[in-house]
């Protein structure tokens, strides 16, 4: 295109966050595979949506960009390392993965919890955290707008409370990488919109930062969301900017049943069967 210069493949390679190539993983006991042939991008400063129905490998895809788990076939670059070529320990520190099923001590403040993101531990080393390391927790609690909640103990946080202590968690190394596996599961409305907006805060504060959020639900998607990636059967059927891809035909063939989307004020909504559009 006129007045831009074309990226080489070199500095392409250098600017991504993650990158796939031809990436498949096969069950050890079955020839099934459960990815199949994935090619994926994400560079700096890009927050992408990873949807489809369950079984669709989702879960087996963000493992290995946490770099959990290597590919059968394919390669898989995190942070401009390569699995396979590098100490994945060590990776693992620069990259903040959240899930529900992480496992907390119920009876550490969030202001605790926190600080054990800069360890990467379960239990605090309290000895490791100087005064600007208990600084950087405080801030962090206070970005994902939890601030109140320091002395409180994790096991009587709310679920919504609790996601976003571990975000604050995962960000203690200060991460290019978020991944997000669920992070609204069993959340009510406000916990969830509660959720949406310091997500959204997050994200608009932190313009390098990159994310992938596992959801089901179309609703719990941040506004400032800009990909969407669609897996189906182990396979990509679309990937590309959260307008081209969140299409009620794209979705009616992701899910097998007919989808109507709806978007309002930079949030995104959907509905199968029966329903009026306003």
């Not at 590309?240 to 995104?268: E, K, M, N, Q, Y």
């Amino acid at each position: 295109m006129a007045g831009q210069t074309a990226e080489s493949p070199a500095d392409e390679h250098e600017a991504a966050v993650l990158r796939l190539q031809d990436v498949s993983v096969g069950r050890h006991t079955t020839d099934r595979l459960i990815l199949d042939g994935i090619d994926w991008t994400v560079r700096p400063g890009e927050h992408w949506a990873l949807l489809g129905a369950n079984g669709a490998g989702k879960t087996t895809l963000l493992r290995l960009l946490g770099a959990l788990m290597h590919p059968t076939t394919g390669t898989v670059d995190v942070l401009g390392s390569r699995l396979g070529r590098v100490d994945v320990r060590e990776l693992r520190t620069h990259i903040g993965h959240v899930t529900s099923a992480q496992r907390v001590p119920q009876d550490l403040t969030a202001h605790a919890v926190v600080l054990t993101g800069h360890s990467g531990t379960v239990q605090p080393l309290w000895r490791t955290y100087d005064g600007e390391v208990r600084l950087r927790a405080h801030g962090l609690l206070a970005e994902l707008g939890v601030e109140e909640l320091t002395d409180r103990p994790y096991g009587v946080c709310s679920g919504g409370q609790r996601a976003r202590v571990l975000i604050a968690r995962a960000l203690m190394a200060d991460p290019a990488l978020l991944l997000l596996d669920e992070p609204f599961n069993a959340l009510d409305l406000p916990s969830r919109e509660d959720l949406v907006e310091a997500m959204h805060r997050l994200t608009e504060g932190r313009p390098q930062l990159a994310t992938v959020t596992v959801t089901h639900h179309l609703e719990e998607l941040f506004p400032t969301v800009s990909h969407t990636l669609l897996l189906r059967e182990g396979r990509i059927l679309s990937q590309g900017p959260v307008t081209d891809v969140l299409t009620d035909s794209l979705l009616t063939t992701c899910f097998g049943r007919d989808i109507t989307v709806a978007r309002h004020g930079g949030r995104w909504s959907a509905y199968s069967g029966r329903g009026v559009r306003s």
